[in-house]
């Protein structure tokens, strides 16, 4: 199998799970460039043992919820706020989640990090995850060597990329995620996209607690056997 290959990291034309304008805190670092190393998954999803998933979700249609979710024009009180918010737009995501994942009861986000939260936070916190997820889905199956389901998942990203519920909150003229990120991983260059999205995901404790127990903790060098939490 072919290992990820060594290229630049991706421009800054996006922002990794991190909420709308308001709040400094972008979440946990990117890697830098160069090939990816494996990420603290196993600390990271040990933590998150006990953390909670929504168990109930009504998707909507892209439209409806759109319409449903784009206000951003008032402030939230706190991160709890900012937890409830994204946990009605999480509930409600119209794109699906990859097989096996679902959606944490609350996001990385915890108090002192930023002194104000602008309404639509939480919602953009709906859309990282799922973007984050996404990839991630991909990277594993590509460590897998299951290059068809990892194309499927890049499929979805760029089309979720691509689409209204993105535009709600991403800034990023011509594209830049798709040709920077996405398309040199269906070359085989995976290290933008793992730099991008995957270890910030897995670095986060709740969301790599759901990469762990959709067996996507694998990485470089554990290929076939870290599917669960703490076999690293």
């Known amino acids: 199998m072919q290992a990820p290959k060594r290229m630049a990291a991706v421009a800054a034309a996006t922002v990794v799970l991190a909420g709308v304008a308001g709040c400094a805190s972008v979440g946990p670092a990117t890697a830098p460039a160069g090939d990816p190393t494996p990420a ?115 499929d979805a990203l760029e089309e979720g990329r691509s689409g209204p519920v993105a535009a709600m909150f991403v800034q990023d003229p011509g594209g830049g995620y798709v040709s920077q990120a996405i398309a040199p991983a269906r070359e085989g260059g995976w290290t933008p996209l793992y730099a991008q999205d995957v270890q910030p995901f897995r670095e986060a404790p709740a969301y790599a607690g759901v990469a762990a127990r959709a067996g996507d903790l694998v990485d470089l060098g554990t290929e076939g056997f870290a599917t669960e939490v703490g076999e690293q």
């Open 40 to 154: 603290p998954v196993a600390t990271a999803a040990a933590g998150a043992a006990a953390s909670g998933v929504l168990t109930a979700t009504s998707p909507l249609p892209v439209d409806a919820y759109v319409a449903q979710f784009s206000a951003s024009d008032g402030s939230l009180a706190d991160v709890e706020a900012v937890n409830e918010e994204y946990r009605a737009a999480a509930a409600a995501f119209p794109l699906a989640l990859p097989d096996g994942y679902a959606w944490p009861t609350e996001t990385w986000l915890r108090e002192g990090q930023c002194g104000a939260w602008q309404q639509g936070n939480g919602v953009a916190q709906a859309y990282f995850f799922w973007q984050a997820a996404t990839a991630n889905a991909a990277f594993a199956d590509h460590i897998r060597g299951n290059d068809q389901a990892a194309a499927e998942h890049l």
